[in-house]
């Protein structure tokens, strides 16, 4: 599995190695920080890090994947957000739902308009309110249409999935509002 994760990622970062010649020092460090931040996301998408639950008869995982990709968002910016929630979404969506990586680029997105006016906590909880449809259509359609299970069923593993997420985004952007307060005391910044 971690091969075929690099299988995905080798030719993005070949990519943009070969293009770094071309942007200023201020975009490297802004995609730097966002490669770092999905590559955190990633990690913490892996069991042992990532607890394994049951919803009825759907396999998920408890997880915090969500507190680097708004992390990114927050302090690099909307693009940088999108780069982390998109690439950090890799491991999960070859685990679980392909679709998550959409969830995860307008997540991290989101986060990074909401934080231009609001405060860490509050943009994490608004991207997220951006993101939640998104996640309860694709993964109703994931259940119908791929998984082939009846509509009752589907909706039996799709709510307690959205109170799961919803749980670890508040938590998610109780840690950022946090951290971020600690990485700007360090005067880091982008």
Request: hydrophobic share 60%.
């Given at each position: 599995?971690?091969v075929?994760?690099?299988?995905?990622?080798?030719?993005?970062?070949?990519?943009?190695t070969?293009?770094?010649?071309?942007?200023?020092?201020?975009?490297?460090?802004?995609?730097?920080?966002?490669?770092?931040?999905?590559?955190?996301?990633?990690?913490?998408?892996?069991?042992?890090?990532?607890?394994?639950?049951?919803?009825?008869?759907?396999?998920?995982?408890?997880?915090?994947l969500?507190?680097?990709?708004?992390?990114?968002?927050?302090?690099?910016?909307?693009?940088?957000?999108?780069?982390?929630?998109?690439?950090?979404?890799?491991y999960?969506?070859?685990?679980?739902?392909?679709?998550?990586?959409?969830?995860?680029?307008?997540?991290?997105?989101?986060?990074?308009?909401?934080?231009?006016?609001?405060?860490?906590?509050?943009?994490?909880?608004?991207?997220?309110?951006?993101?939640?449809?998104y996640?309860?259509?694709?993964?109703?359609?994931?259940?119908?249409?791929?998984?082939?299970?009846?509509?009752?069923?589907?909706?039996?593993?799709?709510?307690?999935?959205?109170?799961?997420?919803?749980?670890?985004?508040?938590?998610?952007?109780?840690?950022?509002?946090?951290?971020?307060?600690?990485?700007?005391?360090?005067?880091?910044?982008?």
């Open positions: 599995m971690v075929k994760l690099l299988y995905l990622v080798l030719p993005l970062l070949h990519f943009v070969l293009n770094l010649g071309e942007l200023d020092s201020m975009k490297v460090k802004v995609l730097t920080f966002a490669a770092l931040m999905a590559a955190l996301a990633n990690l913490l998408s892996v069991p042992p890090i990532a607890i394994p639950v049951t919803v009825g008869p759907f396999e998920t995982a408890i997880h915090f969500q507190l680097p990709i708004l992390i990114s968002g927050i302090l690099a910016g909307p693009s940088a957000g999108l780069i982390a929630g998109a690439v950090g979404g890799l999960m969506s070859l685990m679980m739902i392909p679709f998550i990586i959409g969830g995860l680029a307008i997540l991290g997105y989101a986060s990074g308009l909401f934080a231009k006016k609001l405060r860490p906590f509050f943009s994490g909880i608004l991207a997220w309110c951006v993101q939640a449809p996640v309860v259509i694709t993964d109703y359609i994931w259940f119908t249409l791929f998984q082939l299970k009846p509509q009752t069923v589907v909706w039996g593993i799709v709510v307690p999935i959205m109170i799961k997420l919803t749980i670890e985004v508040v938590v998610c952007s109780v840690l950022a509002e946090i951290l971020i307060h600690f990485i700007k005391r360090a005067r880091i910044s982008f």
